[in-house]
């Protein structure tokens, strides 16, 4: 169970901390209007309103390109424990505003090894979202502000056990950020061997 939840919860999005320095330093977006909003019922009971101060975020395109992936964490507790939900938002790309996008919704119990995946695309939807570029603008990376809004019909389950939660509403506003591609330099040719002597 732990190695799964180090693989869904942190490495999954870049293959970097989740929680990257300057995430750390000033909660989920510099500009200070980042936050995270759910209702979840089931074997847990949470409605979750985390402010941009006491909120971290990142996200990025998916691995294959077929749309953002963003997470959230919560407040860490003294005990270590902390929420940590992770969006997999189908058909959304970069720069542009979708409606009714087929969404796959993790959430994750950090500290008490509790894991609940919705599994597909087809329980949770993006109602509507829209993305503001912020920070730097040109060159190779660039970040934009993700405004969405969400719900679930049907429950996430837990990988470890029979139960299950419903994330009925979610709302949230995050960070992506992409980057090109680096060019792969030229392998340099290879000499031909000398004929041999006779």
């Not at 919860?9 to 970097?16: D, I, M, W």
């Not at 294959?64 to 003294?78: E, I, N, T, V």
């Not at 719900?151 to 009925?168: E, G, M, N, T």
């Not at 949230?172 to 340099?188: H, I, L, Y």
């Amino acid at each position: 169970m732990r190695a799964v939840l180090m693989l869904l919860g942190l490495a999954a999005l870049t293959g970097t901390d989740p929680v990257g320095a300057a995430g750390a330093a000033h909660g989920c977006l510099a500009s200070g209007n980042g936050y995270l909003r759910a209702r979840i019922r089931g074997a847990m009971n949470l409605d979750i309103n985390w402010r941009n101060a006491e909120l971290e975020c990142e996200g990025g395109p998916r691995p294959d390109g077929s749309g953002l992936r963003l997470a959230f964490a919560g407040p860490k507790h003294a005990d270590g424990r902390r929420v940590r939900l992770v969006f997999g938002v189908d058909s959304a790309h970069e720069g542009r505003a979708g409606r009714a996008l087929p969404t796959n919704l993790t959430v994750i119990f950090e500290g008490e090894e509790r894991l609940f995946a919705t599994r597909g695309e087809d329980r949770c939807t993006v109602d509507e979202l829209r993305q503001e570029r912020i920070g730097a603008l040109g060159g190779p990376v660039r970040s934009w502000r993700i405004v969405a809004r969400g719900f679930c019909i049907a429950p996430a389950s837990s990988l470890s056990s029979d139960a299950h939660i419903l994330v009925s509403s979610f709302d949230f506003a995050g960070n992506a950020v992409f980057e090109d591609e680096r060019p792969q330099p030229t392998p340099a040719p290879v000499p031909a061997p000398a004929p041999a002597k006779t």
